[in-house]
Structures are given as C-alpha cells and as structure tokens.
C-alpha cells in the first residue's frame, strides 16, 4: 500500500510537471523580469544609453505623472459604473430568467453569444451604432426630438464614454446574468412558498431571502467583473483609442503606449508592476470576502 | 411519509422541469400572474436588446455604403455581396483568418493535452503540494496581461519569434493552460473514483486507468474545455497587438481592429469582417451552449 502512495505521488509530480513548468516560464518569469525592468532605465529607441540601474526612479516618476493619475482615475470610474451596471441588470435578467417558461434555449442563445464574440467585434459593433454619419443612435435621437443637431459622440470626453460602458454593459451582462442564475437555481424554492404563505410581498422575498442567499455569488460576479474591467483594453483602443487626447484612456492603454509606441521598456514596466499590484490587491480583498460569504452561505 | 414529502416533490418536480409545468399552468386556463407577465416581457426585451446591435450590424454589412450614410433603415432594401467579396480579394482576410485558426487551434490542443495530464493528478492523486499547485494555477489566471507585455516583447524578440506562430501561441499560454487546467480538474472531480477503483483492483496501473477509464468517460467535458479555451485565444487581441508587425500573421481581432479606408472608415467592409469573424464562435455556441453554460459556471463557481 506504501509504495503504491509512494508510486502515484511520483507518477502525480511527472503529470503536474509539464502544465507547471509552461505556466512557471511564460507567466510567473516574465512577471519576475518586469519587476526587474521597472528597476531599471531602459528606452529602446535610445539603445545607447543602455539599461542604467535607476532603483525606484521609474516609480518616483509615476507620483508625479499626470497622465497616469488621469488614467488610473479614468479606470475606476470606468470599474465602478459599468460593474455596477452590470450587476444590477444581471440580477434583473437573472430573476427574469430563472422564471421557468418556454423559450429558454433563444435566451441562453441569445445571452452567450455577445458573451463570445470577440472583445475588438463588440466595441467596432458600438462605434458603428454611435458613429457620427451613420449612427442609429444619433438617428433615434434626433427622430424623437431628444437633440436636434447630430452628436459627434467621440470629440468630447464625456459622451465618449456613453458607447464605451454601453459596449461593456451590452456584451458582459450576459456573463454576470449566467453567473447569479447558477446562485439563484441553488436556492431552495421551499424557501419561497413558506414565504408566500406568511404573506411576503415578492420585494420582501427578493430583500430578505434571494440576495442574502446569493451573495456568494454575488461576491463572485463582483470578482470577476472587477478585476476584468481594471484591465480593460481592446474595448477602449478600438472604440476610442483612448481619446478625445487622453480623456478615456485606461490605465492598461496608457502601459501598453508607453512600452510599445514610446518603447520606454522601464516606466512602461514600472506601470505594469503597479497595475499588477492593484489587481493582486483587489484579488485578496475580495477573496477574504468570499471566505466569509462562502462561510455564511455553508452555514444554511 | 409520503403524503408529508409530496409538496416538496412537487415543488422539486416543477424546478426540474419548469418550462412544462409552467406551460400547463400559466395560459387560458388560470389568469397569469403579473409577476410572470412581466418576466416575459422583461425577457423577451432582453432578448431585443442584445440582438439589435447584432441584426443591425449584418443587416450593414450588406448594404451599399452610400444608403448606409444617407438613411439607415431596419429592413435592408438593397442587398449586396460587393463588402464581403472586398474583404476576400482586396483585403486578402482569410490570411488573419488561417492565423486565428492555426494559433488558437495549436494553443488549444496543446494546452488539453498537457493541461489534461496535470488535472488527473490534481484531481486523483495524493502528493504534497497540490493545494499549492492549484493556488498558483488559479492566480496566474488572474494576472494582468498587460504586466506581462514587456519581457514577453523581449523574450521573443531575442528569440527571433516576433511575427511567428510561436510567438502567439508561448503568450497564449499564459492564459490558456491555467483556464484549461483549472476547469479539467473540476470535471475530472466531478467523475465517480469508482470505474478507476474496480479498475485498479483488476490489477490495471494509474496510468491505464486514466487512459482507458476516465478519459473515456470525460470526453464531454474534455470537448467544452476545449471549445472555451479555442474561443478565448480566437478573441485574444493585446498580445496579438503587440508581438505581430504587419498583415501576414496578424490575427482576426487585430486585422479587424486596424482597418483603415483611404478617405472613411469603410464601415461596410468593416462589419462584414465582424460578421465573419463572429460566425465560428457563434456556431460554437449554438452548437454547444448547454456545456458552455455549465463550464462557464461550473469554473467560475469553483473560482
């Protein structure tokens, strides 16, 4: 018996290994070099220059950054609104969704598939329909009455962002509505038919027994869309490309400029390390939190 | 006894398979509820919603660019093929489309076979060290691409694989070997240990038991890990960015996303590429939505 333990935990670390080492050399060592980068002065189109050691320079830079602070500020509003968003919606279709009736099959369809498509697809898709010219959404507008002069939705910072978490909202509220449903169907409809019999109303029903009992899932949704908006990118390059100037660009774009159009391979790291920082960050915070609601929702 | 337990029952009868019950119930016969009235309708806007932007956009796609600037109109009165056959002659788009194919294909495959191998040990076997193995799995599949951008740049750079197929498919991997490891383990776990035992017990080795027993039975949720993982490389667009120069290996998304017209943005080439680029993931999803659904909650559930 001894050796057959002994035997499948050699065979277990010969299996393990490969998927380790993979994840080990493109994931966890680049991540080890760009903190390595970020220590250092490196711009690849001064190649003379080398790569001096600068120690917490790049980051020095970054407290007084402008850009980065607008960045950072431009993506945790564009976090807050659209998660928001999004969760709210999702628990609307969720409920809606949970209902039992004919038709299920067009709705899953018709939920997974703005799920699917392509990031780049979707934001294209969003800045045809708030195009200028030939937009639906100034044609709609201007139909009923709402404007009477055509908007140019992409020259101003504020309307910018109108398609922008629309687009966000439009293809990931299917996710988080997938998500709170999986919650919902875990909950135990007995629950509701006591509560109907004490005569609660379906807002006290959905206050007192479904959204204590789908936190969890809540807290998950919240997770994952979190940390998805944080690092988003193809959404805003494609549909704004960061303008009007910098006015909706993210923190990930503004990295991305600074390594791949500036090639400042040292202040571009150092945003990346920061920006991993606050991921990482966000990630334990909200892991805590599902401990603590998966703990409560075992306790039922 | 079974008087008491029969609410229940029905109760859970009517879950299980509620589209019946409640087909029975709500019309002619019983007034319907408002509640579910307006469900329906609730839904059935929804359904409009997510649609529209879709519809509008084929419906686009075949319209002659003039009407599409001087009136947008819902029903397309003038269908034309002139956008889509653009995108196959002048636009040369089945270059990014073989590029999708080839580095989300050879990524997929890569990663379940590997991935697969490391989500029997998790899931079946004891060693030290599993539960940090899976943490690791777990928070890889949380980072940042873009804190990774950088030395990747460099790495392939140094390796002469900018503007390969390599050089997509190692950055892929970043993402892709966790999400399938992650959601192999879950379905390899959710197996019973039982048809491996007797097979053990019969005097087979681990490794035949997970070649002939479990892999057998685990092709279904083997296929869905590899359906997701081949639409997330499909759609992946920051690497692809970033390690292809020019058109002869950049990927659908990218192609897609630097479209450039001579004097406009040409709108109708542009959404018959996002047709084109949406029909294989649709079809996936079409096909398979009842797994996808399952895989993606199921991964994220146990996320």
């Known amino acids: 018996m001894k050796t057959s333990s002994e035997s499948d935990a050699r065979l277990a670390r010969l299996l393990v290994a490969p998927a380790v080492i993979v994840i080990a050399l493109v994931a966890i060592f680049p991540l080890g070099w760009t903190v390595w980068e970020s220590l250092h002065r490196h711009d690849l189109r001064l190649p003379w220059l080398g790569q001096p050691f600068v120690g917490l320079g790049n980051y020095a ?29 999702g628990l609307i279709f969720a409920l809606a969704m949970n209902r039992a009736f004919r038709g299920r099959g067009i709705v899953r369809l018709a939920v997974l598939v703005p799920w699917a ?50 687009a966000d909202v439009w293809k990931t509220t299917p996710f988080v509505a997938l998500l709170l449903l999986a919650g919902l169907q875990n909950i135990d409809s007995v629950l509701y038919e006591a509560a109907a019999v004490d005569g609660a109303s379906a807002w006290r029903q959905l206050t007192r027994i479904t959204i204590p009992l789908l936190k969890p899932a809540i807290l998950l949704v919240l997770i994952f869309r979190t940390l998805d908006a944080f690092r988003v990118f193809d959404l805003i390059y494609v549909l704004t490309g960061g303008g009007p100037g910098t006015s909706t660009e993210p923190i990930a774009l503004y990295a991305f400029n600074a390594l791949l159009q500036n090639l400042q391979f040292g202040y571009g790291a150092a945003i990346s390390v920061v920006i991993f920082l606050i991921t990482f960050g966000l990630a334990l915070v909200y892991i805590k939190g599902l401990g603590a609601g998966g703990a409560a929702g075992a306790e039922r | 006894m079974s008087d008491d337990l029969r609410p229940a029952e029905a109760v859970l009868d009517r879950r299980a398979n509620g589209s019946d019950a409640d087909a029975r119930s709500t019309p002619a016969r019983t007034k319907p509820s408002a ?14 919603l997510i649609a529209f932007p879709l519809y509008w956009a084929v419906v686009a796609s075949f319209t002659p ?38 580095v989300a294909g050879c990524t997929t495959i890569f990663c379940v076979v590997v991935g697969s191998l490391a989500a029997y040990a998790l899931a079946r076997l004891r060693f030290r060290g599993k539960g940090i193995i899976l943490g690791f799995v777990l928070a890889v599949s949380m980072f940042p691409q873009i804190s990774i951008v950088s030395p990747l740049y460099l790495m392939l ?21 966790p999400l399938t490891v992650w959601l192999l383990v879950g379905y390899f776990r959710q197996l019973p240990p039982d048809l491996e035992e007797a097979a053990l017990v019969d005097g087979a080795s681990r490794w035949q038991s997970f070649v002939r027993v479990l892999l057998p039975l685990s092709v279904p949720g083997v296929a869905t890990t590899a359906i997701l993982t081949f639409i997330y490389s499909w759609n992946e667009f920051l690497f692809a960015l970033s390690f292809t120069v020019g058109p002869d290996r950049q990927t659908v998304p ?42 993606l909650t199921a991964g994220a559930v146990k996320g």
């Open chain 2, 157 to 177: 750079r140094a390796l002469g694989l900018i503007n390969t197929y390599p050089g997509l498919i190692l950055p892929y991997l970043t993402f892709a070997m």
């Open chain 1, 61 to 89: 830079r970054i407290i007084h950054d402008a850009r980065f602070w607008g960045a950072l500020g431009h993506t945790v509003l564009f976090t807050v609104v659209s998660v928001a968003l999004e969760l709210v919606l």
């Open chain 2, 65 to 102: 660019e003039a009407t599409l600037f001087r009136e947008p109109s819902l029903w397309p009165r003038t269908i034309i093929l002139d956008h889509y056959r653009a995108l196959f002659t002048t636009r040369h788009f089945w270059v990014p489309i073989r590029n999708s194919i080839v």
């Open chain 2, 254 to 295: 990218v192609a897609i996303a630097l479209f450039r017209g001579q004097y406009q943005v040409p709108w109708g080439e542009i959404l018959a590429a996002a047709v084109v680029a949406t029909v294989p993931v649709a079809a996936m999803v079409l096909v398979f939505q009842r797994r996808i659904v399952q895989g």
């Open chain 2, 35 to 48: 509640s579910s009235i307006l469900g329906w309708a609730g839904l059935a806007l929804l359904v409009l």
């Open chain 1, 117 to 166: 498509i392509p990031t780049v697809v979707a934001a294209l898709l969003w800045r045809f329909l708030f195009d200028s010219q030939a937009g639906i959404a100034n044609a709609i507008l201007l139909n009923t009455g709402i404007i009477d002069e055509p908007i140019v939705w992409f020259v101003h910072a504020f309307t910018a962002w109108v398609p922008v978490i629309l």
